[in-house]
């Protein structure tokens, strides 16, 4: 039998954070899960795409949209499961043996990952633990919590959307009620959130979800929440 999964992993500019989010992923290789992992840039200027073909990834590109991105790099896979991973994130230790055992329930639900942060103490754990709280209350996680998903499911309800920004939200919103929280922590850096300030970084996110909930247009966001920065 193939392997069940499909890794998609959007780039842009991830040369430094690439291999520690592929090596975290070695587990579910030797588990028998991994059948290929993608790597969807959005125009990379540094050494993403050597560190692609180091970890024998098959390279996608495009223009640079998170939403656009993740699209391409789902279309280029062949497993009947794919987990969605943003470059800077790395999964803890044992997350192959709790996805399989969410594989073979069979109940067909997506699946997300509690949030940490690699560094950032209290801060970051209020910051994390808001985060899940939302995941868990209303359903909605971030990119940064990863996504468990069959291609049949993420087809069904239309996919990411090609937008800029808040493409997460939106396939979360088309999942309510087919989304369960998995037991294994997603690390993802904290990089932005220091370099902005917690309380601020934080703030901004809020207020953009907000918005887009009440129908901002995402273009329109993106402009507005990192006119010059480039995100991997």
Request: aromatic share 8%; with cysteine; hydrophobic share 45%.
């Amino acid at each position: 039998m193939r392997a069940p999964l499909s890794i998609v992993i959007p780039t842009l500019d991830a040369q430094a954070a690439l291999p520690g989010c592929a090596a975290a992923l070695m587990e579910g290789l030797e588990a028998g899960l991994i059948r290929e992992v993608i790597v969807s840039d959005g125009g990379s200027g540094d050494g993403t795409r050597a560190v692609a073909d180091a970890i024998g990834a098959i390279w996608v590109e495009g223009a640079a949209s998170r939403g656009g991105q993740l699209r391409r790099g789902v279309a280029a896979a062949q497993a009947p499961w794919l987990l969605i991973l943003h470059a800077d994130t790395q999964l803890a230790p044992g997350w192959a043996e709790a996805v399989g055992e969410h594989l073979a329930q069979g109940d067909g639900r997506a699946g997300y990952f509690r949030l940490a942060f690699d560094r950032g103490g209290w801060r970051a754990a209020w910051v994390a633990g808001w985060a899940n709280l939302r995941a868990r209350l209303a359903g909605l996680p971030y990119g940064d919590q990863g996504l468990l998903i069959r291609a049949e499911l993420y087809e069904g309800v239309g996919g990411y959307p090609d937008i800029p920004l808040m493409e997460d939200v939106a396939l979360a919103r088309r999942l309510r009620g087919q989304l369960v929280a998995l037991p294994v922590t997603a690390r993802t850096s904290a990089a932005r959130y220091v370099a902005e300030g917690w309380f601020w970084r934080g703030r901004r996110n809020l207020w953009c979800l907000l918005r887009y909930l009440a129908g901002a247009d995402p273009h329109a966001l993106a402009r507005s929440y990192r006119p010059s920065s480039r995100r991997s």
